[in-house]
């Protein structure tokens, strides 16, 4: 069996503004930009590397998707973006604004930062030991 994860659904409250975000920030491409109707696009985000997972970012349509956006796991680390160079990636994100909720730390798997991404969901950015 050779199976892998594709794509996580993000609830987000503006395409635009996400894909802004993800691409400008977080250095990820914008790998899909599909109009379906009139309100919905199937749009992904990836980070840049040999990264294969992706992010889908759903624009939300009704109060319960409303209220998930920035809290999708109930105030836990949501998402974990593996980096090659924990500095670049870290003094990059710094300077464009990302929000980070502690100082960088070395842990004994690596160094690790909490960040959060623009509607407040928790992140780590990480650098694994070789």
Known sequence: MNQQLLNITLVVRDY???????TQKLGFELTSDIRLDDEKRWVVVTPK???????????AVDDAQKDAIGNQTGGRVFLFLKTDNFWRDYEHMKSCGVHFLEEPRDEPYGIVVVFQDLYGNKWDLIQHNE
């Open 49 to 59: 590397g040999n990264g294969q997972a992706g992010l889908l970012l759903a624009e």
């Open 16 to 22: 635009d503004e996400a894909i802004a975000f993800y």
